[in-house]
């Protein structure tokens, strides 16, 4: 029994590592492509090979669940073509039994998939960071730039134009609003720099608004106390899939601090911790296919039905995640939702062999 389970857990990761290889591998390429045309003046060619590399984690945890389907399909279809699978059955050997012995080597793709999804946030997030500076070279740029990011701290609203890791803040903006949501003034600061748990404003304007008039004011430097510090700047300036568990439920509880909408970062961090179920979910539905509809079709067929399935599982769950985010239903059903559906055709179409 023990060599029949190496034998097939050798065919499921040796297909599961090749099909990731090549999806990682036309990611990586299809990044290079789109980024040559961005190549100028302080990112050459090395810098922009140096962040596409940096990117290949981030593709590998993100095409796991995929590369297992088409994986399993393609190495379970292997043993069916050459009716390995057929005499391992008539040695006695159970249907549950083989859904088994293919669910074991999996725990080292999950396993593989959890300590590099540790890293892979951080290291995007700082090849992102590292390309825009070189990219913005000209601090003018800095700011006025069109992708900063907005902010809520009581009755403020705060927008960033450039954030950097070490504390420094490019184009700062405050509008502060009374009770009765009206604007009570708008401040802006050309660079903010954080030194002893508060912010040093320079180059600071602040406009008061008042019923029959405005009063502008300049200052060179202004301070600013505020419990947001850079670490929540961190939070804040980047996407949820940027972020490690850690820094999703940090910034989910400060989210819920601030009355704020916590759903899209709820969605990514259940997306993180049901990945195991969501890959089980999908080889059960690649197992039952080899027994059930692609029993007697060829490797093509099946590898084709096994993407074909896949792009369907991956559409519907990005849709389900970006509704369950506009139509504010809880994301745990969003991401539920798909991975029991397969649950329940997998054990549906294995239920039929006999």
Known sequence: MRLYSNYIAKSILA????????IVAINLL??????VQ???????????????????????V??????????????????ASSNELTIIRASGVSIARIVWMVFKPLMVVIVLGISVSQISPGLDRDAKTHRDDLIEQDNASRYLSWNGVWSKEGNSYIRFNNVQPN???????????????????????????????????KDVEKTRFYPDRTE??????????????P??????????????????????????????DDRKHWLVLWQRLLQPLVIFSLVLVAISFIFGPLRQVTMGSRVFAGVVFGVVFKM?????GASSVVFKFDPLLAVLLPVVFCLLLGAYLLRQVR
């Open 15 to 22: 297909s599961v590592f090749l099909v990731l290889l090549i």
């Open 216 to 229: 502008v004011e300049r200052k060179p430097e202004a301070s600013w106390e505020t419990p947001m510090s």
């Open 167 to 201: 504390g420094r803040v490019f184009g700062l903006t405050r509008y502060e609003f009374d009770q009765n949501k009206a604007l009570i003034s708008a401040e802006f600061s050309r660079e903010a720099n954080y030194s002893n748990n508060h912010w040093q404003l």
């Open 316 to 320: 519907v769950a990005d849709m389900l």
């Open 62 to 79: 993100e095409n796991i669940p995929f590369a297992c389907l088409v994986g399993a399909i393609a190495g379970l279809g292997m043993l």
């Open 231 to 260: 670490d929540v700047l961190v939070l804040i300036t980047n996407d949820p899939e940027d972020l490690t568990l850690k820094e999703l439920w940090r910034y989910i509880a400060y989210l819920g601090q601030e009355g704020l």
């Open 38 to 60: 961005d190549i100028e003046g302080a990112y050459g060619f090395a810098e922009m090979l140096w962040f596409s590399v940096c990117r290949i984690p981030g593709f590998m």
């Open 30 to 35: 299809a990044l290079i492509i789109d980024e």
